[in-house]
């Protein structure tokens, strides 16, 4: 397949490292802890690539119903072509096969590409958590909880 998603793997380790730290240059996760994610149960992810080359990926934390989104981007380069939204929504939809009921994340209340992306799916905000981001310069930002039902209306 030499395009669109597929599931990540062990052997994505190296390509994820580089992707996230193109897009958290300030928090950049290293392979091993990829590695010791995607070894613990119910972590899955869905890498999205064309021309076999990576272009981004979502990593998500499912327990019993619920689950979480660990961490998402996209190659500066590809963004507003739609990748992330179809990367949330297959992510969603495998949720949803396996029975979970809720999907949450947490945003930064100054991140306002990934909020518009989130409201265009219809996250709704639950919680917010004060002061949650340091940065490196400038004051601390808080952290925004979004949840969506998964369940059928
Ligand atoms: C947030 C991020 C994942 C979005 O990826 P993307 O592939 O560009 O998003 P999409 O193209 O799927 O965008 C879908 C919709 O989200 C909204 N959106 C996305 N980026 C936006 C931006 N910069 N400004 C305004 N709206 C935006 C729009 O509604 C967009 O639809 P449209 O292009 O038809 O207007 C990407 O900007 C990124 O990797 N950022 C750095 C890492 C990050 O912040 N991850 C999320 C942490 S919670």
Redesign the pocket.
């Known amino acids: 397949m030499s395009g669109g998603l597929r599931p990540l793997t062990a052997f994505d380790l190296p390509i994820l490292e580089h992707l996230h730290a193109d897009?958290?240059p300030e928090d950049p996760w290293s392979a091993g802890s990829f590695g010791k994610l995607l070894a613990l149960p119910g972590v899955h992810g869905l890498l999205t690539q064309a021309s076999q080359r990576p272009l981004?990926f979502l990593l998500w934390r499912r327990a019993a119903d619920e689950a979480e989104?660990l961490?998402?981007?996209?190659q500066p380069a590809?963004?507003?072509?739609?990748?992330?939204?179809?990367l949330l929504r297959a992510g969603m939809a495998s949720l949803k096969r396996c029975g979970t009921q809720r999907l949450f994340?947490?945003?930064?209340e100054d991140?306002?590409?990934?909020r518009?992306?989130y409201k265009?799916l219809r996250f709704c905000e639950v919680g917010r958590r004060s002061g949650y981001y340091r940065r490196s310069r400038g004051p601390k930002i808080d952290a925004l909880l979004l949840e969506i039902s998964l369940k059928d209306d």
């Open positions: 897009s958290f981004g989104v961490t998402l981007c996209v590809a963004r507003r072509r739609g990748l992330a939204a179809s994340l947490e945003v930064a991140n306002l590409a990934a518009e992306l265009s």
